[in-house]
């Protein structure tokens, strides 16, 4: 079955650089959610989106940007790289409550590790 | 604020089962109770959810208490592939997933 591709899956930037991360999300699911997971840390809620409209906002930092396509797909956006930024990050997608149905459980990604040096 | 109280850590052998207890004494009322979890190097996983009534499937059961301040995820016979973290989460239906601080489970061969 299909499942959650992330890209890239991994990736090196400098301080003060910008990072730019995809998901695409498992066909006919119409809702996406990013976390991310610091070394050693439990995973962290930062947006979600559903139809394309943003649908929750967690602790996602203010140089961070995000966006749902007309495709589904989702894009995170960072800019002004910190050290602290590294961690891994999780997409997440499922089905909201739309004609296709609903399903309760999310399915992740193999998450993207982003190293800020 | 994850709002699900776990024990750091447990251990288990192989073939046996696995008890993991969660309080969640603020539970609302629209509150689902869901478990995911995590295999080392590896995105969460969904495991079961339910909301009062005790449920099945084919990686677990899910025991809610009758007052729902409190569940556990049974693991019929652990194998080593079923050591991770388990998380236990409290949450609306189609809502983010909250995060607290998970199950460490060892499986020992």
């Known amino acids: 079955a299909a499942g959650v591709i992330q890209s890239p899956r991994h990736l090196i930037k400098e301080k003060r650089e910008t990072a730019t991360l995809k998901c695409y999300p498992i066909p006919r699911h119409d809702t996406v959610y990013w976390y991310q997971q610091g070394p050693g840390q439990d995973p962290q809620f930062l947006i979600s989106f559903y139809e394309k409209m943003q649908s929750d906002k967690g602790s996602i930092p203010d140089r961070f940007s995000a966006q749902q396509f007309s495709d589904y797909h989702s894009e995170l956006n960072m800019s002004s790289l910190e050290l602290g930024d590294s961690a891994l990050y999780f997409c997440a997608s499922s089905l909201g409550f739309g004609l296709a149905g609903f399903s309760y459980e999310q399915y992740f990604g193999p998450g993207t590790r982003l190293t800020v040096t | 604020d994850a709002k699900t109280t776990q024990p750091n850590s447990m251990e288990s052998n192989e073939e046996e089962p696995v008890h993991l207890p969660c309080n969640h004494s603020?539970?609302?009322?629209?509150?689902?109770i869901h478990w995911y979890r995590q295999l080392p190097s590896q995105g969460p996983e969904y495991v079961i959810h339910g909301l009062t009534s005790n449920v099945n499937n084919r990686m677990a059961s899910l025991a809610i208490a009758e007052d729902r301040k409190s569940s556990t995820l049974i693991l019929h016979r652990a194998t080593l592939r079923d050591a991770a973290v388990y998380y236990c989460i409290r949450g609306q239906a189609g809502t983010a997933l909250i995060f607290g601080k998970g199950t460490t489970l060892s499986v020992s061969s």
């Open positions: 603020t539970i609302s009322g629209t509150d689902y």
